[in-house]
């Protein structure tokens, strides 16, 4: 009997084991938070961001304080990053990405963490520390950017599959770092770069990229537009977007949705409005996929659609032989509790 529960709970921690394998990672440390110390030069003191007025030729530091409120010692990894924007009008501070050609003198090149890694002791507070140095700098419009604190304990390093992904949960905190150094006006200009198709999570897609060329944060921006076959007028790909937002100097890809997963040769026209505040953009184009680019896009689905779904399978198998053998064993407990009854 004692041998029978043995086996069933390693088989039930083995089912377990499979069916997480897609998500095995590093345990969450999330016992912590950050504080800003919001300078006296901060514009807007009801926001929880560093919002900054600087001069040029100056020199100040930020300070921005981790506190460790778990009872283990905690690493946390800290970043300093341009903003940029993500799909679909998203704007992001965390992810790095090549500069647009319109950003001249990015936040990055006056602003520099003094550590990337910092020990945490349990119930304690340590600080990290941005330098800005506007020697030689002067811009107008904002320079926008994101600091984003990652925290592990000392004991919980990322852990890695055996092919060498590094696989991890991480808590992170992400903290806006804006600047601006003077009150000019500026107006929003968005330039339509170019169509193309891309792989994006394992569909084919229709993809606009557009630009801000400004030193301009735009909030509150919407999209919607379409993506339409010349020849028989089908409509096979849309966006609609509210309440997006685009980063200064930055350029971002518009996605378009569409009922299938492939995309057919052929000439296509491109309708896209975006909207902010009482500007308007109304961009118009045509498209044309060759039967090469058809053909290469559409296999590269099949084969992302292929591994998936080896992947799925495998794992069903697996799950599926585990739960036979507990049924078996099941089954088998079953027949000996009777045996013995019966004798």
């Known amino acids: 009997m004692k041998k029978n529960k043995t086996i069933m709970a390693m088989i039930l921690t083995m089912l377990i084991m499979v069916t997480q394998i897609n998500i095995v990672r590093a345990d969450a440390y999330d016992k912590f938070s950050i504080n800003p110390i919001i300078p006296e030069n901060q514009i807007n003191q009801n926001v929880g961001y560093f919002d900054l007025d600087l001069k040029p030729n100056t020199k100040q530091t930020l300070t921005i304080e981790i506190i460790n409120q778990g009872d283990e010692p905690m690493n946390a990894t800290v970043s300093l990053v341009d903003a940029t924007t993500n799909n679909n009008a998203m704007k992001q501070f965390s992810t790095v990405k090549a500069p647009d050609a319109s950003l001249s003198t990015p936040l990055t090149s006056f602003a520099t963490l003094r550590e990337e890694q910092i020990e945490v002791a349990p119930h304690a507070t340590e600080n990290i520390y941005i330098d800005i140095d506007t020697t030689d ?27 060498g992904v590094t696989l991890n949960n991480r808590v992170a905190y992400t903290l806006g770092l804006q600047t601006r150094m003077h009150d000019t006006p500026i107006k929003s200009n968005l330039n339509y770069v170019k169509t193309d198709i891309d792989v994006i999570d394992l569909d084919a897609h229709f993809v606009s990229v557009i630009q801000n060329d400004q030193p301009v944060l735009m909030n509150g921006v919407s999209l919607h537009g379409s993506i339409s076959d010349t020849k028989t007028g089908k409509v096979v790909g849309m966006v609609d977007k509210k309440n997006g937002s685009i980063a200064p100097n930055t350029n971002f890809n518009v996605v378009y949705t569409g009922d299938r997963q492939t995309i057919d040769a052929g000439t296509y026209a ?23 680019a058809s053909a290469s896009i559409n296999d590269d689905v099949v084969s992302f659609e292929q591994n998936a779904n080896i992947l799925t399978w495998i794992l069903l198998g697996i799950m599926g032989v585990m739960l036979m053998i507990i049924f078996f064993l099941l089954w088998k407990r079953h027949n000996d509790k009777e045996n013995q009854t019966s004798h």
């Open 137 to 163: 700098v002067d811009f107008e419009g904002i320079r926008l950017g994101g600091i984003t604190v990652i925290a592990d304990t000392l004991n919980n390093k990322d852990t890695s599959n055996a092919s």
């Open 270 to 292: 491109i309708d896209l409005e975006i909207k902010h505040e009482s500007d308007v953009w109304h961009f118009k184009d045509t498209f044309t996929v060759s039967e090469d």
